[in-house]
């Protein structure tokens, strides 16, 4: 005990050396933090514009649909199973059915490939964010034979609400069907992929149109959270064995490994960081030792151990390093907290959204952001500690007591 | 008469100062040395990748430069289309920095056989042409490019011919509306199956020969785009410039690649603001070692600086001393970490890096290959130096002002 506090006593003795390390450790630890804060904003933007776009949390197929996305793929007996699995389990917070197919959308001036994708307009504002991304027209009102599609492929059509646009694809037969429909809204999402290419049909007229019957490629469900998602997902594959029950993680790994990939570039720039910051740290403990050559003499010569003298320094090292590091802390829940509203990259939108990517980034900082600093930086403590600690030691009483 | 400044006694001074505690120099010029050279190394590792990823992405799509037909960017429809005569040729052929050239045809169709539809992007190019200008025949993995005895030969994507469950030799249905307007559906032969590296170009993209595009879609010699290659990519401002005083500007727009691709452009330059907002708080947090070193040096040099204010030397030359020194400090950096950063950039310049696990997934999902490159421009030794110096002259100010400000007479008393 003694050792630590003399260890702090003697951080503060020379209050503007040490705090101009604390400020370097600091500025270093907050500036990091924020960046890495905003890093993963943009990440989660990703994961969240897919899921609230287009994946849900949770999605129910026949086997082996996701491989092969074909229209007679559907889930045996209209999804009755499912369906029922999906209403009897309590933590479902929201569900949808859908029918997807792939089909050419034409208007008078161009084609367009799609993705059909057939829904309950009702169930599906329950799951997914389309209906209030709507920017023209409106989402499935009354009339029938009206489609939502997203500005960029309207823009691609030269068409707007009320045109009329051709929808050809092929039916469970095979033959080629066609259907001349009326534009009846038009969203816009921060996903490029879903406003260009895809065209949503109420579920009726495109199982009618497809020769379905009543037949479903999918339903996707919405958990309430991307934590409960996982629970969720378990229960409902657990009651429905015979069919693909896959988490938002699983349809599109991809996501994650961005997720992976953001958290391993981070221990390469708090490394980065550390080392620099462990040169200053070194040499101001360095200068301290020097300077104090009479008075560790002196400890010594009373009788503190050189295991002791070593546990000092290193202490000294410690605490500079802590302090710098907790005021980081606070400068970046500061900053984090200042920025909650999140920073507007509009002029940026084109390419983030290209990359399903919002284009406003809200900071994102987690509990478990704090642990690779922390560990980093007790890590660089203790290795700027080591050539003045060891200086330390070497020193010999006698001569260290007569040194000027 | 005042005296000038004594810059040869002031230099030798502050040299002298400098290794008066050379393990603390030693400190301080490592530590600068380890951010030169992340800067240089981090810096040439973003003009690399960025330039590999423009060179990838545009040889898959559009050229460093391409030229189309009046409004066809915003709409990209068959309506907006221009014609590869005798004149553009030979202006593409005489112009110095254009690499190759290919014509091409742009549309989209419904790609089918037996139940599996797919909405396609369908491109006819000029197989001889396309050779050496886009990377596309480079991806070939199976089969051949468009050539052949084959009546209308198709390569497709790889993940879209396992979709539709189809190899070599079967045939596709291609189903899309015409120039004309009319319904155009043909059988196309499958000789090709490309791996493309990104995987949303993988699942939809079907190439055709551009005569067999020309006559599905009824398009006569129209085309909708030509891709231009440029020998490099810092040519294409200029490139674009001659092209669009050689050619007739009201039949055919001549774009640079960020045109064609603007959120390639933009996501390029956020992954750089990322980078140099992470670097620059890298040289903060040597600014203060820096910092921290020389007001050291000046606080335990008190009593000498008074003595030497008291002796005469005015306090512009102390200041310029202290700063020379900050400056020597900075300099010594500089230059050991310059003279390590540039060979190992060169090394790996010569030696990429191939990624592999989440990195080369991530990579891969972006539409890039999974490598590092590195590229050593000409700006990046120089926009470090002036970066590390112009850091170093701010943070000198403090402590030189600080030495040269001490009234000799309290110094000196307090002796």
Known sequence: MLVVRLAWRNIWRNTRRTGIVITAVAVGIAGVLISMALNYGLVYTMLDTAISTDLGHVQIHARGYVDSPELARMLPNDGRAALRAVEDEPRVAGWAPRLRSEGLVSSPYASVGARLVAIDPRREASVTLVADSMVDGDYFADEPRRVVIGQAMAKRLK??????????????????????????????????????????????????????????????????????????????????????????????????????????????????????MAFGIANVLLMTVFERVREIGILMAIGLSRSRLVAMVVCESVFVTLVGLLIGYALAVAGWYWLRDGIDLGGFAEGLNAYGMASTIVPVLRIEDFTVPTAVAILTALLASAWPASRAVRLKPAEAVRHR | MRPGPRLGLESKL???????????????????????????????????????????????????????????????????????????????????????YAPRMVSFGLLSEASATRGVLVIGVDPDREEGVTSLPTYLKAGRFLRGAAQRPMVLGERLAKFLSVDIGDRVLLYSVAYSLESAYDLFEVTGIMRLPEAQMDRSLAVIDLIDAQSFF??????????????????????????????????????????????????????????????????????????????????ERQRELGVVLALGLSPASVFRMVYLESLLLAGLGLVAGLAIAIPLVLYFQAHPITLSGDMAQVTELFGFEPMIVWKLKVMNPIGSTLTILGVAIVTALYPALKASRGRPVDVLRSL
């Open chain 1, 159 to 276: 068409v707007g609400v009320g045109d009329k646009i051709v929808i050809s694809a092929q039916d469970l037969e095979g033959d080629l069907a066609g259907e001349a429909m009326r534009v009846g809204g038009l969203f816009r999402t921060a996903s490029r992929e879903l406003d260009r290419g895809t065209i949503f049909m109420r579920l009726e007229e495109a199982q009618a149109m497809l020769g379905v019957g009543v037949g479903l490629s999918e339903i996707v469900i919405d958990a309430g959270s991307r934590v409960e998602a996982e629970h969720l997902g378990d229960a409902l594959a657990a009651a429905l064995p015979t069919l693909d029950v896959q988490r938002w993680d699983e349809l599109q790994p991809m996501l994650v490994y961005m997720l992976d990939a953001t958290e391993q570039s981070a221990v390469f720039v708090y490394l980065a960081i550390f080392i620099a």
């Open chain 2, 14 to 100: 502050a040299w002298r100062n400098v290794w008066r505690n050379p393990r603390r120099t030693a400190l301080t010029v490592a530590a600068t040395v380890f951010a030169v050279v992340l800067v240089v190394f981090s810096v040439a590792m973003a003009a690399g990748v960025h330039e590999k990823m423009i060179d990838d992405t545009v040889r898959v799509r559009s050229g460093h430069v391409t030229l189309t037909g009046p409004g066809y960017l915003e709409e990209l429809t068959l309506d907006h289309h221009l014609r590869l005569d005798a004149a553009t040729r030979s202006v593409l052929e005489s112009t110095p920095g254009v690499d190759g």
């Open chain 2, 218 to 299: 009824v398009f006569g010699d129209r085309i909708s785009e030509i891709a231009v290659l440029a020998s490099e990519v810092d040519a294409v401002p200029s490139l674009v410039l001659s092209l669009r005083t050689r050619l007739d500007i009201s039949k055919i727009e001549v774009h640079p690649w960020q045109d064609v691709m603007p959120e390639l452009e933009q996501i390029l330059f956020l992954d750089d603001a990322g980078m140099y907002i992470m670097l620059l708080i890298l040289v903060i947090v040597v600014a203060f070692g820096i910092l921290n070193t020389i007001l050291m040096a000046v606080l």
